[in-house]
């Protein structure tokens, strides 16, 4: 039978995190998460960090040696140009990953959380897409909370993906985070329920 393979998608702060959390705790689905990979693609001593710090130069390291993040963050969500580029490096290698986890697991189903996954061209990585979606008030205020940035911050962060609505329209399943929890995961139960 072939895998079930969910890329679990929406804009930044909308709910991914939230949903994932629950479709491992309630059904113990593996979650295979981007973010994961991607902070490993900038590990201290990997090639993807030194080739950031030529770029930007020894500042965009801390002490330690591990990549400042905030600092990279200020250049790219300022600098379409500069973000295309990191991206550029960092999303093969997320992707190489996914190929190799998916290769392994014996899992019928698999939810692959993936922020940027029309962005990164994944599609093809998996058989649906879920779009976690909420208002951009909703968001912007999420956002600004859980980042403690400011609302020029989180614009340039909303604004560097693709809009929700593209999103959702190029969605298998839409879960609109817009309300309660409760009413979200009655939404997840629905959709894991329906196979497409």
């Keep these: 039978m072939i895998q079930r393979i969910i890329g679990l998608t929406g804009g930044i702060a909308t709910g991914k995190t ?12 593996p979650i295979l998460d981007a973010d994961i990979y991607a902070r490993e693609a900038v590990s201290v001593g990997s090639p993807i960090l030194q080739e950031i710090a030529q770029r930007y130069g020894e500042e965009i390291l ?9 600092k990279l963050g200020e250049i790219i969500f300022n600098k379409q140009e500069e973000r295309i580029w990191v991206e550029g490096l960092i999303h093969p290698y997320v992707g190489d990953r996914f190929l190799k986890e998916i290769a392994l697991s014996p899992a019928q189903t698999l939810v692959l959380v993936i922020p940027l996954l029309f962005e ?6 998996v058989t649906e897409i879920w779009v976690v979606s909420c208002s951009e008030q909703q968001q912007l205020q999420r956002l600004m909370q859980r980042n403690h940035l400011t609302l020029d911050q989180a614009q340039a962060r909303i604004k560097s993906q693709m809009s929700i609505a593209e999103k959702v329209a190029r ?3 839409v879960l609109d985070n817009s309300s309660t929890l409760e009413v979200l995961l009655k939404q997840i139960d629905t959709a894991i329920s329906k196979i497409l």
């Design 18 to 29: 939230t949903v994932a959390n629950y479709l491992a705790s309630a059904y113990n689905l």
């Design 171 to 173: 969605a298998d399943v």
């Design 120 to 125: 990164a061209g994944m599609t093809d990585l």
């Design 62 to 70: 801390l002490t330690d040696g591990n990549l400042n993040r905030q």
